[in-house]
């Protein structure tokens, strides 16, 4: 009995010393805010892709390694020369915003890597941007299609980087420079089609005002043309009547009458107070 006794006595013990040892070789780890871990388990299965370390106090084996990662957004720059469609050398300046996604740490630690951003963001943010630029021609860079340009390499970077664990919150060309001769060429170009645009405007509002002032004496011809075929010698001579009537009934006339005008109509020979 105390033999049975001595033996439990001993395996208890035994346990709790290997739960002290334990406990005592323990990584005690702080996950801080904006950061995820990974855990590589040397003696169970190796890397952990599916369980995360959010942010928190956690308890690991000694044995077992942490890859900690930031996973707040990260800003890249990279300036880079590429082709445009005609072949010239282009020199581009472009700003990417990045950051993992924060359920894919495993994931990117095991195919990417700590130096993620090395091996994969920016080996893809010149490819992409090699790819769209190679598209246009220096004249579309400079004027017309840049907006373009950069939301071609947005989309291009968000579907490549989502596929890689990535997450692209923005993407910006900060500078686009072309050779000086081809600068100076394409703002001469520029220049000249605004001239010769506002040239058009003036001549198209100098026919529109031509366009008027015709219709405008037209209409006046067409007036005089009724009115000269409307006013025969019976109309005349009433309207002369009329007029005269007038005059007489006026207050502040005296009208004499004697005999015709030429056109029949009464002479006035005297008027006033």
Do not use: C
Not at 23 to 30: E, I
């Amino acid at each position: 009995m105390n033999q049975k006794r001595l033996v439990s006595t001993g395996i208890i013990a035994f346990v709790v010393l290997m739960l002290v040892l334990l406990l005592s070789n323990a990584t005690f780890l702080t996950i801080d805010a904006g950061e995820r871990a990974v855990i590589f388990k040397r003696f169970s299965g190796g890397l952990d892709t599916e369980n995360i370390l959010t942010p928190g106090f956690h308890v690991i084996a000694p044995w077992n390694v942490p890859y900690i990662y930031d996973v707040r957004e990260m800003q890249l720059e990279e300036a880079m020369e590429v082709l445009s469609s005609n072949g010239l050398n282009i020199k581009v300046d472009v700003t990417v915003r990045v950051h993992p996604k924060f359920d894919k740490i495993g994931q990117l630690h095991e195919e990417f890597g700590e130096d993620y951003l090395s091996s994969l963001v920016r080996p893809e943010v010149r490819s992409s941007v090699r790819q769209v630029i190679g598209q246009f021609t220096p004249e579309e860079l400079y004027s017309t299609k840049r907006d373009e340009v950069q939301q071609l390499i947005q989309t291009h970077l968000m579907e490549t980087l989502g596929e890689n664990y990535i997450e692209l919150r923005a993407s910006l060309i900060r500078d686009i420079e072309l050779p000086e001769k081809v600068k100076t060429a394409i703002e001469e170009k520029i220049q000249a089609e605004q001239l010769a645009l506002k040239y058009e405007y003036i001549l198209d509002q100098e026919r529109k005002e031509a366009e008027r002032k015709i219709i405008e004496a037209q209409a006046k011809a067409d007036a005089n043309r009724i009115l000269n075929a409307s006013l025969t010698p019976n109309i005349l001579a009433d309207k002369g009547i009329e007029a005269t009537l007038e005059l007489a009934n006026s207050p502040n006339s005296k009208v004499i009458v004697v005999g015709n005008g030429d056109a029949g109509l009464p002479l006035i020979l005297g008027g006033g107070n």
